[in-house]
């Protein structure tokens, strides 16, 4: 057994224990690749919450063998989502036994020894040598929902696409005024092209409309300018609906990776408007790439518009006027995915910190929902295929949207993360 020494005390407290109960432990700085098992510190390291996770997913790299037990330790903390990770990994490594141990206290090595045989099971472990599973449960309808004061909305990546769909039907049931953030500008409509959704034939206007301005366009500076037009057409769309359904809205550039650009964002809310009242986190990109072929640029920005998002906000709003917290994770945070290791990490931390949250805020709505594909968003026609195939039915934009606006204003309070969709198989 190998243990890695990312957290020197930890791993050196874990050798002496695990020695006690008769099992011999090297600690090394990486994964040999010649050992069965391994138990990773990177998790229980006082670093960084991006620096732990892509350590952690660059130290399985070296460790991975036909028939080996990789066990990432974490703590049970907020910014904790290792188990996205092994989950991943048991999707991409079949070979492999992955499993994510979450320690709610410090845990001695001999505790952790009686598990060793459960290693492709991710447990919440204690003290005292009990564990908890993960487990889907029942689906409970949410209640009618009540009549509540109207609120003060921020909603992160909700111009556009899904979770704009989201925002509408929450106005619809609630009323308020929302705030829709995002990194694109909203950007006017060009006088002399007319209006189409389409960016292929809007390129080609474009383009017609500046060579008959005596221009000579760049294909890539056509793209860029099509795509802005047609980002600020669809954040202008999404605001008419939110007014049409009776709330107020509207939009404000925010890029929930810049700490900057959020401060400035949320200064601006507090002076207009006051204190937020909901919040929803829709934000996100995805990278999909293999774990060996992972980069650690695109893991960076991964987590930092979903997971290091989240957090910028969190620590410039005050928490405690927040009623409702809605917070858009995948499937593959829940049940792992090709190609999604950072993915389903970021997401699994909102998972985690949507559990911290409602500990501090038991009076509000918080929810963490964990979505199969929807019929768009980043599902685009490749992607639709390759569900279709595999007998995965994409969640519809109407159903989703009511699904989401009712779980949040009227589910039930003790159900904090909610598995959305079907499971894809696991070719």
Same mark, same amino acid.
């Given at each position: #057994? ?9 791993? /050196? ?8 109960? @008769? ?9 040999? @690749? !010649? ?6 510190? *990177? ?8 620096? %732990? ?7 399985? &790299?070296?460790?991975?063998? =036909? !028939? ?12 904790? !989502? $290792?188990?996205?990770?092994? %989950? ?16 709610? +206290? ?31 449960? =029942? ?18 990546? !909700?111009? &556009? ?32 092209? =007319? +209006? ?9 206007? #474009? ?33 008419? *609906? ?20 959020? *401060? ?16 929803? /986190? @829709? ?14 640029? *695109? ?45 389903? #990490? ?13 500990? +501090? $805020? ?15 968003? #980043? ?17 519809? $934009? ?7 606006? /009712?779980?949040?204003?009227? @589910? ?16």
């Amino acid at each position: #057994m190998e243990v890695t020494l990312a957290e020197p005390a930890a791993a /050196h407290a874990l050798q002496t224990g695990l020695a006690a109960a @008769g099992i011999l432990a090297t600690l090394v700085q990486a994964p040999s @690749g !010649g050992a069965h098992t391994i138990l990773f510190t *990177e998790g229980l390291a006082a670093t960084p919450m991006t620096a %732990r996770h892509w350590a952690a997913l660059a130290a399985s &790299r070296s460790a991975r063998r =036909p !028939g080996a037990q990789l066990i990432f330790l974490q703590t049970l903390s907020a910014d904790s !989502g $290792l188990e996205g990770l092994a %989950r991943t990994l048991r999707r991409e490594w079949p070979d492999v036994a992955a499993a994510c141990w979450t320690l709610i +206290e410090n845990i001695s090595g001999d505790v952790l020894a009686g598990w060793l045989a459960h290693g492709a099971e991710d447990l919440w472990l204690s003290p005292d040598g009990t564990a908890r599973r993960a487990a889907l449960g =029942p689906f409970i309808a949410p209640r009618p929902i009540p009549l509540s004061a109207p609120g003060l909305w921020l909603v992160t990546g !909700g111009a &556009r696409g899904v979770t704009a769909n989201c925002a509408i039907e929450v106005a619809r049931q609630s009323g308020g005024t929302f705030l829709l953030a995002g990194r694109s500008a909203e950007t006017p409509w060009p006088t002399d092209v =007319p +209006e189409t959704a389409d960016l292929k034939s809007l390129r080609g206007l #474009m383009a017609s409309a500046a060579v008959n301005r005596g221009e000579k366009p760049s294909p890539a500076g056509i793209d860029k300018t099509a795509r802005a037009a047609i980002a600020g057409m669809e954040i202008r769309a999404t605001l008419a *609906e939110i007014r049409a359904a009776g709330a107020e809205a509207h939009y404000l550039p925010m890029d929930t990776s810049d700490p900057v650009s959020v *401060e400035a964002a949320l200064a601006t809310i507090r002076q207009r408007f006051g204190a937020i009242t909901g919040l929803i /986190h @829709g934000a996100g990109v995805i990278a999909d790439r293999l774990v060996e072929e992972k980069t650690e640029a *695109e893991f960076r920005r991964v987590l930092a518009t979903k997971a290091e998002g989240l957090f910028h906000i969190l620590a410039r709003i005050d928490r405690a006027a927040l009623r409702h917290v809605g917070l858009f994770s995948s499937a593959s945070a829940f049940f792992g995915n090709r190609g999604q290791s950072d993915y389903a #990490m970021a997401n699994a931390i909102l998972a985690n910190a949507g559990r911290a949250l409602q500990a +501090e $805020l038991p009076a509000a709505q918080v929810k963490v929902f964990d979505w199969g594909p929807w019929e768009g968003g #980043m599902v685009d026609a490749t992607l639709a295929s390759h569900f279709k195939q595999q007998g995965v039915p994409l969640i519809p $934009l109407t159903e989703g949207a009511r699904i989401f606006a /009712h779980e949040l204003l009227a @589910g039930d309070p003790a159900d904090v993360e909610l598995v959305v969709g079907t499971v894809w198989s696991d070719t």
